[in-house]
């Protein structure tokens, strides 16, 4: 039996069922689904920052929280199997106070400004106030990037904590603002064991000094990364951003209702990888892959998801200088 495209991608499952209730209703996923996959079969939009249907589930950020009659504890639907006679209550006020609070605790350390919709959205939708934990805190001058495990440096008390840093702009393809990263830590899966294996970021520092980080800390170009951009396509935060969006965003262009998305096939290799391309003013300004795809679901290398300049390189003050660099190829 299979229960549509909600059931997680990475997971290989039996034949056999379980039947539970969520929220009153009875409903049967395969066994070893999780407990997400239940709850998005009765239609219900549960909140999910660290899930990725591509990605095995690392249980970071626990706003996807869910109460199980039994259980002593609130239970991560993204991660919990769901289990024969489970009864799954989504939205009681223990769940809603945990989300709210988990929002809270993000949206005042971290710069949501260019997270998803959806991810902004849960702020209201959870009455999260960040603003009471006092006003971001000044900077102290203190680098993430040299922060030692057990030295944080306590902020000034009224002040909100941030993880406020520079972006690191250092290479053409892609920007990493690490003040919009939340830590769910779906990159590192993503260029992990999950997709990429080049295993070029990973998690430095404990608690409040965590961030992501390449070995040492070296700029990208000096470090293990392969531009795949298979890390920029799982970031809900908006942390990880190709450089032409980035450019745009800086100088005030870029206007998603004015994009289309066009599907096409990676002219490169043989593999053939399906590519999404947005469009805005006539140019391509940054290339996606359907995570629906069984193949690569979501996935592409260096020239696939950057490797489009060709198809707009023609003279700038040339008009319609695109049919014309067309005609001549
Ligand atoms: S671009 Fe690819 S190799 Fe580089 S950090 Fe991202 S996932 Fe890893
Ligand atoms: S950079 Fe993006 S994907 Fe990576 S941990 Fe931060 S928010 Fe998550
Ligand atoms: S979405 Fe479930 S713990 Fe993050």
């Known amino acids: 039996m299979t229960v549509g495209s909600t059931v997680h ?18 409903v049967s996923v395969p066994e070893g689904a999780n407990i997400i996959d239940a709850i998005e079969k009765v239609g219900i939009d549960t909140p999910t920052l660290c899930y990725g249907e591509t990605l095995k589930p690392v249980n970071a950020c626990r706003v996807c929280v869910v109460e199980v009659e039994g259980s002593r504890t609130l239970v991560p639907a993204c991660a919990a199997k769901a289990e024969e006679g489970m009864v799954i209550k989504t939205d009681t006020e223990r769940v809603r106070h945990s989300r709210k609070l988990v929002m809270e605790l ?12 959806r991810v902004q959205g849960y702020v209201g939708d959870y009455d999260a106030n960040p603003e009471r934990f006092g006003p971001p805190a000044p ?3 203190h680098s993430r990037d040299e922060a030692h495990t057990g030295h944080h440096h306590p902020t000034e ?4 904590a941030t993880v406020q840093q520079p ?7 892609y920007v990493r603002d690490y003040s919009k990263c939340i830590l769910c830590y779906k990159c590192v899966q993503g260029c992990g064991t999950d997709h990429q294996n080049t295993f070029a970021i990973g998690v430095a520092g404990r608690g409040f000094d965590a961030r992501i980080a390449t070995e040492f800390s070296n700029p990208l170009p000096d470090s293990a990364c392969v531009y795949c951009g298979n890390c920029i396509a799982v970031c809900p935060t908006g942390a990880l951003m190709f450089k032409s969006e980035w450019d745009m ?25 399906t590519l999404d391309l947005h469009v805005q003013d006539n140019r391509i300004v940054k290339v996606t892959s359907p995570m629906d795809h069984d193949v690569t679901v979501g996935n592409l290398c260096v020239k696939g998801r950057f490797g489009w300049q060709f198809v707009q390189n023609f003279d700038e003050e040339t008009p319609n200088g695109s049919e014309e660099a067309g005609a001549a190829s």
């Open 157 to 160: 008390v009224g002040y909100a």
């Open 9 to 26: 991608k990475l997971t290989l499952y039996t034949n056999r069922t379980v039947t539970l209730s969520v929220d009153g209703q009875d």
């Open 106 to 117: 993000l949206a005042s350390s971290v710069d949501l400004s260019y997270a998803e919709e």
């Open 249 to 273: 965003r800086e100088a005030g262009t870029w206007d998603e209702s004015e994009q289309t998305q066009t599907s096409t096939i990676c002219p490169y290799c043989g593999v053939g990888c």
């Open 167 to 173: 972006p690191k702009i250092d290479n053409d393809l």
């Open 139 to 141: 900077q102290n001058g």
